[in-house]
């Protein structure tokens, strides 16, 4: 039951039908935790108190640091130095006295993973590393939680909502975490700083509607946003049923070798636009593009097959024999999805996904290799 202080407070809120009384009443009862409270949970976390959610779980182990402020924007220049998980609690409780607010100032792992997330229904992912994100999705996983996971790089940003009613993991994506060092972070490859508070406002909104059960909620999709082109564009995640959580738990426990090792391994499905020429010199490649039809920039090549990711499992491939497979989409989700389809094919052909997907870069390079008659 609200009181007459929180109906005043969310009043804009409670004249909307679609939410109402009830409605704010099921966000007070809402249990959310945050883990990251950098570019993107800064925003996350502000639109969810503000909302109401009656109960919030902040993780992060950095201090805030004046390289941060320019996008983090709970802190300011007197908070360098200090926790970012206990000044955010403090500045969030400022803006809404309502919510019951917990600091966790460490970072998970997968030690501490399960009894983070154990007394939450609804996990924000807003971290910035692989390793990170694995252990909350497979924690998440088999504790039957939902995660909310976003992402940024340069000027564009992604969004999806895994473990949604048994819809797709990040292990549908990537079923092995990606080659180490081949995913830049914020501090070696720049970001707007616009740019996490519209990928963080969309992760708390997807968040509100799961609560309110409104609207279609992001799962089986990945939303990509282009802050230059002001472009959103989605594609479709697909379940893989392949995979076995069985392997990554020992009675019920995250195995800690499992994230340390597979994070260094090289992975030999993953290729680089630079060893994928390198490698024309030797071995000829047959290509897939397994964007939609029409998405730009477009490969004006008549050798190269264009087979929406959609498309790819009802339709029977055959290939050259010796020749080697390259798949390419717009930024190296869709083709690591469609190696998958491939082994389940049975494809004998050595195939690879192209890290970094379609760009200006690795069209110039195929107009060279076309010329010089090494590609097809």
Same mark, same amino acid.
């Given at each position: ?9 969310? =009043?804009?809120?409670? &004249? ?13 009862d809402a249990k959310v935790l945050v883990i990251g409270a950098g ?23 950095? !201090?805030?640091?004046?390289?941060? &402020? ?7 220049? %007197? ?7 206990? !000044? ?6 400022? &803006? ?28 924000? %992912? ?7 994100? #694995? ?81 279609? !909620?992001? =799962?089986?999709?990945?939303?990509? #946003? ?84 959609s498309e790819l499992k009802d339709i029977e491939l055959k290939f ?14 869709? =083709? ?17 996904? &192209? ?16 010329? %010089?008659?090494?590609?097809?």
């Amino acid at each position: 039951m609200l009181s007459k202080e929180e109906n005043i407070f969310y =009043s804009r809120q409670i &004249l909307l039908n679609e939410i109402g009384s009830e409605g704010q009443s099921k966000l007070s009862d809402a249990k959310v935790l945050v883990i990251g409270a950098g570019g993107l949970g800064c925003p996350v976390l502000q639109y969810l108190v503000s909302a109401g959610v009656g109960k919030i779980g902040i993780v992060d182990e950095d !201090v805030v640091d004046v390289t941060n &402020l320019h996008r983090q924007i709970l802190y300011t220049v %007197d908070n360098i130095g200090m926790s970012k998980a206990l !000044v955010a609690a403090r500045e969030l409780r400022r &803006l809404n006295p309502f919510i019951d607010i917990q600091a966790f100032p460490y970072k998970i792992s997968t030690k501490n993973a399960f009894e983070l997330i154990n007394n939450y229904d609804i996990i924000v %992912d807003c971290t910035d590393n692989y390793t990170a994100r #694995f252990i909350i999705n497979d924690a998440c996983v088999l504790s039957n939680k939902i995660v909310v996971s976003g992402s940024i790089y340069r000027f564009e940003g992604q969004l999806t909502v895994f473990n949604y009613n048994n819809g797709p993991t990040l292990r549908c994506l990537f079923p092995k975490m990606p080659l180490k060092d081949s995913i830049k972070s914020c501090s070696e490859s720049g970001v707007i700083g616009i740019l996490p508070g519209i990928i963080g406002m969309l992760q708390a909104n997807e968040v509100v509607k799961i609560i309110l059960n409104l609207g279609q !909620v992001l =799962s089986g999709n990945i939303l990509v #946003f282009n802050s230059l082109k002001n472009s959103f564009d989605q594609f479709e995640i697909h379940k893989n049923e392949e995979f076995n959580y069985q392997e990554l738990i020992n009675d019920k426990k995250l195995i800690e070798n499992n994230y340390i090792q597979s994070c260094e391994n090289t992975l030999v499905n993953q290729i680089s636009l630079s060893d994928f020429i390198m490698d024309t010199q030797n071995n000829k490649y047959t290509i897939i593009d397994v964007r939609n039809r029409g998405e730009s920039p477009l490969l004006q090549f008549a050798q190269i097959r264009k087979i929406p990711l959609s498309e790819l499992k009802d339709i029977e491939l055959k290939f050259e024999t010796n020749n080697k497979i390259l798949v390419v989409c717009k930024a190296g989700i869709r =083709s690591t999805q469609a190696l998958e389809i491939l082994k389940r094919k049975a494809i004998k052909n050595e195939a690879y996904s &192209l890290l970094g997907g379609v760009t200006q870069d690795f069209i110039v390079e195929l107009k060279k290799l076309e010329n %010089d008659q090494k590609l097809f």
